[in-house]
């Protein structure tokens, strides 16, 4: 092998050494992202669970509380986000 040759076989390891290293840094920053967005659902559901009243911020700005049926469709949304994240 000449010198020329050994330099490209070193720079075409090093690009491919780099192309591994970035694909692994946006695989963990998905995982990452996903284990966040999945205790986040996990959280939420929790508090929908307990009983305690869930609220929003209206139009207005002012807190409204919210009435069985939103917080089983809110319910049934959050659990749709934790299976997604699971996924």
Request: aromatic share 2%; charged share 45%.
């Amino acid at each position: 092998m000449t010198i020329a040759e050994k330099e490209q076989a070193f720079r075409k390891r090093k690009i491919e050494e780099q192309e591994k290293a970035d694909k692994q840094a946006k695989a963990d920053e998905l995982s990452k992202q996903k284990k966040e967005a999945r205790t986040d659902a996990q959280r939420r559901l929790s508090a929908i669970d307990s009983g305690m009243r869930m609220t929003r911020y209206g139009d207005n700005g002012e807190r409204v509380v919210l009435n069985d049926a939103k917080v089983a469709a809110d319910k049934e949304r959050t659990m749709k986000a934790a299976a997604n994240a699971c996924n």
